[in-house]
């Protein structure tokens, strides 16, 4: 155990010392835990002292990294940025989403203008359940997109209604808003949290087929490249 934990130590320190300071609180953190491991396991007492005064050392740091994050919030200068790489896995929106979702998010608002075809209409939909099931208390979704220039303007307008009326059920409106100019794309919560995708919401790759790994679970889905800003502001602004 002592091993892991000096390399996770490690990975916290060059992270620190590249004011990577949120991926750094997250391995000062677990490196720390795993310390702490190989402290209980421990029967010397010089040792103990060694690993006491080492715990103590990097949960100190920890505790000013994670001031300064909070600082930095306050202010809103907060800034982390993700990169999906081509292919990658593991990025469903609960996995993206969820650390910034607690219960005083009610209000959310997605601007995206590909909210058309029935992909994207589905991929809205599972953002949608994705708030449904908490831990936030989301009263109204804002939607702002485009309206699909082709065949299927019909097809999306009926889609989302059918989305309104469901979440509908769960004592949530959806305010839907259409935009012919809009290119952005970000998310925003009312706890002051904003998420800019590069590509929207539709990262996510077609399944080779119905029967495919991914093809429910988004977190087994590969995906396309894009990065992924989040930002933190004393005040969400509306639109």
Request: hydrophobic share 30%; charged share 30%.
């Amino acid at each position: 155990m002592e091993e892991p934990a000096a390399a996770v130590l490690k990975r916290a320190v060059e992270f620190d010392s590249a004011s990577r300071f949120q991926e750094s609180l997250v391995c000062y953190q677990e490196g720390i835990d795993l310390l702490l491991r190989v402290l209980k396991a421990t029967k010397d007492e010089t040792k103990k002292a060694h690993y006491r005064a080492k715990i103590s050392s990097y949960m100190s740091r920890a505790e000013d990294i994670k001031k300064y994050i909070e600082k930095e919030k306050e202010d809103g200068k907060y800034h982390k940025q993700i990169k999906i790489e081509e292919n990658t896995k593991g990025f469903s929106y609960e996995k993206l989403f969820q650390e910034y979702l607690n219960e005083t998010v009610t209000e959310v608002w997605v601007e995206d203008p590909y909210i058309r075809n029935i992909h994207q209409l589905y991929n809205f939909l599972r953002f949608c359940e994705m708030l449904v099931k908490g831990p936030c208390k989301v009263k109204t979704i804002h939607l702002l997109t485009s309206y699909d220039e082709g065949n299927g303007k019909r097809q999306q307008m009926s889609g989302l209604q059918e989305i309104e009326q469901s979440l509908n059920n769960y004592g949530i409106t959806l305010d839907v808003s259409y935009s012919s100019s809009i290119h952005d794309r970000e998310i925003r919560f009312n706890n002051g949290w904003m998420i800019k995708i590069g590509r929207g919401l539709d990262y996510f790759k077609k399944p080779q087929g119905s029967f495919c790994l991914g093809y429910c679970d988004f977190d087994l889905r590969p995906c396309r490249e894009t990065t992924v800003d989040v930002f933190h502001m004393k005040h969400t602004k509306k639109t």
